[in-house]
T-cell receptor
Framework: GQQVMQIPQYQHVQEGEDFTTYCNSS?????IQWYKQRPGGHPVFLIQ?????EVKKQKRLTFQFGEAKKNSSLHITATQTTDVGTYFC????????FGAGTRLTVKP | NAGVTQTPKFQVLKTGQSMTLQCAQD?????MSWYRQDPGMGLRLIHY???????DQGEVPNGYNVSRSTTEDFPLRLLSAAPSQTSVYFC???????????FGDGTRLSIL
């Protein structure tokens, strides 16, 4: 079936380094959502992008939606230990499809 | 301010047993859904409901049943548990199917 692909699967960074995760669909998405899941926790909604080329910022997090509405990215500037967790993108392909997630670990 | 409540938090079953995972939300959300989360595979949609009396299959529905008799409750039934159903199960709700979802704390289920 149709999928939302997300890379990388894992990312280990030194505190203070930047981090980016990418999400890609073969089909145009009506919108894309990003969630964060802390270890042992449940996914928590971060943001939703709807418009082609949209860019939204939340403090050190920058979210982008591609012009063709088929890809998206989440960029974290100057990571902190509190950023640790798995970041998921999700889009509607008939029903809701989540990417496999990118697990971020941060070394102090 | 409960949000989405899932019970139980942990469960161990034997192969062939049946059980129901409970999910309740107090936000008057129309859309509710069940996901399973396995290592490296993200969240996969099992079943969803766009309102009371309406349910539909997601990506991985086999072996699971759901019903939605009220807006608040959306139980997930395992008819005959199999080891392949060992997973963490999350219930989620949202005002509509395109809107951000609120997740419960999850049920960690092991099938022996």
């Amino acid at each position: 079936g149709q999928q939302v692909m997300q890379i990388p699967q894992y990312q280990h960074v030194q505190e203070g380094e930047d981090f980016t995760t990418y999400c890609n669909s073969s089909t145009t998405l009506s919108n894309i959502q990003w969630y964060k899941q802390r270890p042992g926790g449940h996914p928590v909604f971060l943001i939703q992008l709807v418009k082609s080329g949209e860019v939204k910022k939340q403090k050190r997090l920058t979210f982008q939606f591609g012009e063709a509405k088929k890809n998206s990215s989440l960029h974290i500037t100057a990571t902190q230990t509190t950023d640790v967790g798995t970041y998921f993108c999700a889009g509607i392909l008939g029903d809701m499809r989540f990417g496999a997630g990118t697990r971020l670990t941060v070394k102090p | 301010n409960a949000g989405v409540t899932q019970t139980p938090k942990f469960q161990v079953l034997k192969t062939g047993q049946s059980m129901t995972l409970q999910c309740a939300q107090d936000m008057n959300h129309e859309y509710m859904s069940w996901y399973r989360q396995d290592p490296g595979m993200g969240l996969r949609l099992i079943h969803y409901s766009v309102g009371a009396g309406i349910t539909d299959q997601g990506e991985v529905p086999n072996g699971y049943n759901v019903s939605r008799s009220t807006t608040e409750d959306f139980p997930l039934r395992l008819l005959s548990a199999a080891p392949s159903q060992t997973s963490v199960y999350f219930c989620a709700s949202s005002p509509g199917h395109t809107q951000p979802q609120h997740f419960g704390d999850g049920t960690r289920l092991s099938i022996l």
